[in-house]
């Protein structure tokens, strides 16, 4: 997919002049993070990684990705209502992984005690890559959907006019103006708005929940900023001040600090290292309390990868969403190949087929954040290690997508400038909202482009690896 700039590419004059701007351009946006040394500091800052240029996308595949968002909404929500449906799907997983097992004890907990919450709320980003098949032609694959803590949705609504300034510098105004308006972290907060406004109470606050070491607050920040804007209050704490200041009144209201929280969203807990056995007993409180959790447990759960590989069986879409053929064949359309290493004889030879061929997969633990997908020779060795045991089941397999890499400059602070070969990922952001059984809210939210270099096999911006960019569409 060339992209009208691949002339430029060679001009290395015209590429460092843009550098400059484009940094600056960014600064200047805030499109920020602070710095490894100082994670927790904001009096020195450093512009998060980006591309000097907008990628390619073909625009019909990107149209795809939005017009799908509702349905894996609506997905997503009917599988956290699902308890059968969950407890049967992680039943193998829960035996071996105790992460994804403690999540759904405090799941069942929760059930058995009766829901205090009536308010849903959901947001999440299903990632998807353009796989060239043998023709060549480009398809939409869905990579995952992230149902906690989809990130980067403030950094990305600052992006567009950094790469709009470059654009024009190189004397490309005409492209320039072809960049799309996006603003995600505007979306993000309608929905926390509305969730905050159902909960029914004027004086109660959204509490973001947020992790130790904050790199990336700014991001946050601007969803932040969006709620104050609307006179809603907004706080920060973590786990810890959840465990020393939280509790629940006889109405099982939330309340920390004497405040009453409406609203959690959490920027944590998508990870085991974000838990010790206080931040465990904080989480059950917040999963038994009124307050809408974004997301709730069900939720989290829903987006786990065994869930993704069981919902690429047969008949299984049709059975969470009746009567939304459309919808099924949709999201569908969006699935690459999904396989499933639980104990038997067709886990076997999965398992068997992969060792055999390990450049055709990826090996997927069930885990949040980047980093922890595993390729090639690796992959074999560890399945090879783990092919008799039941270790296994808390892994899936899936199709390695093979996108068509493109030139660009990845701009990194104290990095030299060089182009490299790079591939993109596309998000589609998604919010809605759900009080009782009535859907009040369903909305696609904005979109984020992030590219890395092809020798990165795995790995988000967070991680150190993948870089915000924009999409041009062509």
Not at 89 to 117: M, Y
Not at 445 to 467: P, S, Y
């Amino acid at each position: 997919m060339a992209a009208p700039w691949d002339d430029v590419l060679r001009d290395k004059s015209a590429i460092q002049e843009a550098a400059w701007v484009a940094v600056d351009a960014a600064l200047l946006e805030g499109v920020l993070m602070r710095t490894e040394g100082e994670p927790n500091a904001s009096d020195v800052v450093n512009y998060a990684p980006f591309t000097l240029l907008p990628s390619a996308v073909p625009s019909a595949l990107f149209e795809q990705a939005y017009a799908v968002q509702q349905d894996f909404n609506l997905l997503v929500d009917a599988i956290s209502q699902n308890k059968e449906f969950l407890e049967h799907t992680l039943a193998s997983t829960v035996k071996v992984d105790d992460f994804t097992a403690r999540l759904f004890r405090i799941h069942v907990q929760v059930l058995e005690e009766g829901l205090a919450q009536s308010v849903f709320l959901g947001i999440n980003r299903s990632d998807y890559m353009f796989d060239c098949g043998v023709d060549g032609t480009p398809a939409l694959k869905q990579i995952e959907i992230n149902t906690i803590a989809a990130s980067f949705g403030g950094l990305t609504s600052r992006t567009v006019a950094v790469h709009g300034r470059v654009l024009k510098v190189l004397g490309k105004s005409k492209e320039a103006s072809r960049l799309l308006p996006n603003n995600p972290s505007k979306g993000l907060a309608l929905g926390i708005a509305k969730a905050w406004e159902l909960y029914g109470s004027q004086s109660a606050v959204v509490m973001f929940l947020v992790e130790e070491v904050q790199r990336n607050i700014f991001d946050q920040r601007c969803v932040e900023n969006e709620l104050w804007n609307r006179n809603i209050r907004v706080i920060r704490k973590r786990f810890r001040d959840v465990f020393e200041k939280g509790s629940l009144d006889d109405a099982k209201r939330l309340y920390m600090d004497g405040q009453e929280v409406a609203v959690v969203y959490y920027r944590e807990g998508y990870v085991p290292k974000n838990y010790d056995q206080q931040n465990w007993e904080a989480r059950l409180l917040l999963e038994r309390s009124r307050a809408v959790k974004c997301p709730d447990i069900a939720t989290q759960l829903a987006g786990t990868k065994k869930v993704q590989q069981e919902l690429s069986r047969p008949g299984t879409l049709e059975r969470l969403l009746p009567g939304h053929a459309e919808a099924v064949a949709r999201i569908r359309a969006t699935f690459a190949g999904l396989y499933s290493l639980d104990m038997g004889e067709e886990g076997d030879k999965i398992a068997a087929m992969a060792i055999a061929d390990p450049d055709r997969f990826v090996l997927k633990p069930q885990r949040e954040g980047g980093g922890n997908n595993l390729y090639g020779e690796e992959l074999r060795q560890v399945l090879e290690k783990i092919r008799d045991s039941p270790e296994r089941t808390s892994y899936i397999l899936m199709d390695k997508i093979k996108p068509q890499p493109a030139m660009n400059y990845l701009l990194r602070a104290h990095s030299p400038l060089q182009v490299s070969e790079c591939i993109s990922e596309l998000g589609i952001f998604g919010v809605y909202v759900r009080q009782g059984k009535e859907m009040v809210m369903n909305k696609a939210a904005g979109h984020l482009l992030r590219t890395k270099a092809i020798e990165h096999a795995d790995g988000g911006v967070a991680a150190g690896v993948a870089v915000l960019d924009t999409p041009y569409l062509v």
